[in-house]
């Protein structure tokens, strides 16, 4: 089991700035895939971004990609999403995810997310 705790969400002015950070515990992160996922209200949770299990490749969603920088940091546990520009269409809770697929079958554990709100 890995537990996920998100933090760093707020309140920010639109072309403003936040760090999000997830703190894992109960097994490394080294040997899992980290995800930020998001979701807006009345919206499905959609994908924002990725790092590999080695850290070296990260994936971005189009709508993010060139304002946001997903990185970690092995030997502290912990994955950070850096934010920049944000817009009001960032609005969303936050959620970390750390993924892993085993012999063809996924596990998945999420963190209880955090709120980012950015206004106009």
């Known amino acids: 089991q890995v537990q996920l705790v998100e933090s760093g969400g707020g309140l920010v002015q639109a072309g403003g700035s936040l760090r999000l950070s997830c703190a894992a515990s109960?097994?490394?992160?080294?040997?899992?895939?980290m995800r930020w996922f998001r979701q807006a209200p009345g919206k499905e949770r959609e994908f924002v971004a990725a790092?590999?299990?080695?850290?070296?490749?990260?994936y971005y969603a189009d709508s993010v990609k060139g304002r946001f920088t997903i990185s970690r940091d092995n030997a502290k546990n912990t994955v950070y999403l850096q934010m920049n520009n944000l817009k009001p269409e960032d609005t969303a809770v936050y959620y970390c995810?750390?993924?892993?697929?085993?012999?063809?079958?996924?596990?998945?554990?999420w963190g209880q997310g955090t709120q980012v709100t950015v206004s106009s």
């Open positions: 109960g097994r490394t992160i080294s040997g899992y895939a």
């Open positions: 995810n750390a993924h892993k697929t085993i012999v063809k079958k996924e596990y998945d554990f």
């Open positions: 790092s590999g299990w080695g850290g070296s490749s990260t």
